[in-house]
């Protein structure tokens, strides 16, 4: 895996909770968006950032202004789950990210999804993201 690679994907491992399931053993559908966020954090922790430190720091919070996700198939208990995550795009105020979830066993695709985020201060105004984050994000958006 080339360095280019590796830093515009992030692909994180977890395992389907017992308490993720419904009554047929399935993942309920709103766990995906969960999924999506921890993968999301890890991209941003493998780009050097944090989103604790972005928040107290910067005073900048990514809200989600938009999630989608397109289900492909059932994920069940104790199954290993991939979540590959990628920075799609990136404005001053607008950053979107791509998502697949992979059974780990095969590769099988679960689902796959996008967030669009707007860029808040404090008081959840729309702000532009400060300019270490904004050249490190463009960077890792322009290599895929």
Known sequence: MNSNHHRTVNETRLRVRYAETDQMGVVYHSNHLIWFEVGRVELMRQMGFSYRDMERKDGRFIAVAEATCRYRAPVYYDEEVIVRT????????????SYELLRADNGALLAEGETLHIVTDTSMKIAALPEKYLKVFRATAGKQ
């Open 86 to 97: 990628r920075l799609k795009s990136v404005r001053e105020s607008v950053v979107a990210f």
